[in-house]
């Protein structure tokens, strides 16, 4: 792994965040696209991305107002559905998180969230779905440890890739500002454990099947990235290392082909956490943004905007020195 | 907002008129197919006045040659055909269950080129806004969805999907296709909910609710298989049309040399949804004898073949 952090020049696209502060709702929250109704992940993803936004912004106003809807739509059990209007909670619970976290003073909001998550457990993967897997499901289908859980995208059905790395990095960074993460991190182990086991063979990973009736699956750029990103926890394991190593090569190969601009956001973003030297990406980005205006999509608008500044602490990898 | 949608009627069999399936050649993406699905609507004499119109294709994954991915050829000419037959608008609209990046998809695709600007064409259903729709089958433990206003809106729905074989489902044609409405921003990437509820079961509950007004197989070039994204293409040089979805599956099926009474899915549509049986379907075009080709299966789906014998279509 290469050990120097190669500088780029900042290429900002001042259009993305216009976009992404043109695109905040009356209430505070953000749509998946400006105009539509507020949802919990692009609210999360927005306030990811203008709490990096430098001194030149002075946002404290759209933050605020963006942390209260998500504040203000918590269901009573701590987690978040992605809809206001539904009631049920869901995978968005980690990025409501993360969004909070990086505010401050939402500390009892976010803790209720973590606690959720440490709770919430996949339908797959207990007792008696082993036993009955065992006895009537098809082994040929899929290749995979179903004992080793993570987190589903719905409650109470399977572990998959991005949802994993999702609560992940949530959990990691709480670490040591909440009691009882502790208690959580055999938990955060077996879900590490997860992700090596669903990772593609050559490396990468798609949405969490790698081999499917005896068919290699092929890895895709935004699951690789997240799998990546939230594996920068255990890199003091050799089996994770090698995972990390292997899918870095196989990002490293791949992303720049991207033809689509999450992708080519999430893999610069990824590579520049991980001290790999991408290309330069901004200027790929702008020409992505005049083709199809990232088809208005905020989640896409903030990816894009994180890509081109220094990798936030929350997605920062703790490499050993030796590597 | 309030959304407002057409609920399908569900009538058991015997209550059913005959449908109509039109199997029309197709050599290949660079035939005039605009014309084709033109005059297949003029038959169907659908009204389409002043309408608004959501196509629904089946796009999987970054996939250039389009061999799991319903040709974007074709969705321009079903968009030519309908906005010549009077449609107000026509709105493509996909929800990829695998792939998150949709723009991606698009560009690999090559969509723009074959629609022009996006902006206003094409709609990403993973992130659309959603509504509470109550499924009007029972057949899931799914009781509820949370469904996108373009699908909702639309006054009519057409079903775009590729003619291949699935490693879950046996077949996914234009039934199955509409797994591709549920939006991924609820319920993610792939719609794991629906595969956890049963997927032949969620196929009937989600299209006894939002039925396909119009179906159009992309079968130039299908997949056999392990669909529906490692097999291998499979030139069937068809397109296959209709407004009972399940007739129109149950032919394409036939076409594959296989016999859709053993498909789950279209087992249990055939109960509630369309016509299945060979005795109410009536073809028009080609029969399905003169097109028909086994297309491969993984072997847990052999059983669906139909032992090599292809019946001839009866008119009814």
Redesign the interface.
């Given at each position: 792994m290469r050990a120097e952090i190669v500088q780029q020049p900042a290429v900002k696209d001042e259009r993305w965040t216009h976009g992404l502060l043109a695109a905040q709702n009356l209430d505070g929250g953000w749509g998946y696209r400006e105009g539509q109704d507020s949802a919990i992940e692009p609210t999360s993803w927005a306030l990811l991305a203008i709490s990096e936004m430098g001194r030149e912004h002075s946002l404290d106003r759209e933050k605020r107002a963006g942390a209260s809807f998500l504040g203000r739509n918590q269901l009573s059990n701590g987690s978040w559905p992605t809809v206001p209007k539904d009631r049920a909670g869901s995978w968005v619970t980690s990025l409501a998180c993360l969004a909070l976290q990086g505010l401050g003073g939402w500390a009892p909001q976010v803790d209720a969230g973590l606690h959720w998550l440490a709770r919430n457990w996949p339908g797959e993967g207990g007792f008696w779905w082993c036993l009955r897997h065992r006895l009537f499901g098809q082994p040929q289908l899929v290749v995979q440890d179903h004992r080793l859980r993570g987190w589903g995208w719905t409650s109470g059905t399977s572990s998959w890739v991005e949802p994993t790395a999702y609560a992940l990095l949530a959990l990691r960074a709480a670490r040591g500002s909440t009691s009882f993460l502790a208690r959580v991190d055999h938990r955060c182990r077996l879900a590490q454990a997860m992700l090596c086991n669903r990772m593609c063979a050559g490396g990468g990973w798609n949405c969490g099947n790698p081999v499917v009736y005896g068919a290699a699956g092929h890895p895709l750029l935004s699951s690789t990235c997240w799998a990546l990103l939230s594996l920068g926890e255990f890199m003091d394991q050799a089996d994770v290392r090698r995972c990390v190593t292997e899918s870095l090569d196989w990002l490293e190969r791949s992303y720049s082909q991207s033809p689509g601009p999450g992708s080519l956001a999430l893999g610069a973003l990824c590579l520049k956490a991980f001290r790999r030297a991408p290309p330069t990406v901004g200027p790929a980005l702008s020409e992505l943004y005049e083709r199809n205006r990232f088809l208005g999509q905020v989640p896409v608008l903030a990816w894009a905007s994180l890509a081109v500044q220094s990798v936030p602490r929350w997605l920062r990898p703790a490499i050993p020195a030796s590597t | 907002?309030k959304v407002s949608y057409a609920v399908p009627s569900i009538k058991p069999s015997f209550q059913r008129p005959p449908s109509r399936v039109a199997i029309q050649r197709a050599a290949s993406y660079e035939a005039n197919l605009a014309a084709i699905i033109s005059e297949t609507l003029a038959e169907f004499r659908l009204d389409l006045k002043g309408r608004s119109v959501l196509l629904k294709p089946n796009f999987v994954?970054?996939d250039p040659q389009c061999v799991m991915n319903t040709h974007p050829s074709v969705v321009a000419a079903a968009r030519e055909a309908f906005l010549r037959a009077g449609a107000a608008t026509v709105v493509v609209g996909e929800g990829p269950a695998?792939?998150?990046?949709?723009?991606?998809?698009?560009?690999?695709i090559h969509l723009?080129e074959y629609l022009g600007s996006?902006?206003g064409a094409?709609v990403?259903l993973n992130?659309?806004?959603?509504w509470?729709v109550a499924l009007r089958t029972r057949a899931s433990s799914v009781k509820r969805l949370?469904l996108p206003a373009s699908v909702l809106r639309a006054d009519c729905v057409v079903s775009l999907p590729k003619l291949k074989t699935h490693?879950w489902a046996g077949v996914t044609l234009s039934l199955k296709n509409m797994f591709g409405i549920v939006p991924g921003?609820?319920?993610?990437?792939?719609k794991?909910?629906l595969?956890?509820a049963g997927i032949s079961k969620s196929i009937l509950d989600l299209n006894s609710t939002v039925r396909p007004d119009f179906a159009i197989v992309d079968g130039i070039v299908g997949m056999e298989g392990?669909g529906p994204?490692?097999g291998q293409p499979k030139a069937a040089g068809l397109l296959v049309m209709g407004d009972d979805p399940v007739a129109v599956d149950a032919t394409c099926a036939r076409i594959m040399g296989l016999i859709p009474e053993r498909v789950e899915y279209l087992r249990r549509a055939g109960i509630l949804l369309g016509n299945l049986s060979e005795k109410k379907i009536e073809q028009i075009g080609e029969s399905i004898a003169s097109v028909s080709q086994p297309f491969a299966m993984?072997r847990?789906f052999e059983f669906l073949r139909a032992n090599g014998r292809i019946t001839e279509p009866r008119s009814v």
């Open positions: - | 907002m994954g970054a695998l792939e998150r990046d949709t723009e991606g998809i698009l560009e690999a723009r996006l902006d094409f990403d992130v659309d806004n959603v509470p949370y490693h921003h609820c319920y993610g990437w792939p794991n909910l595969h956890w392990n994204t490692q993984v847990e």
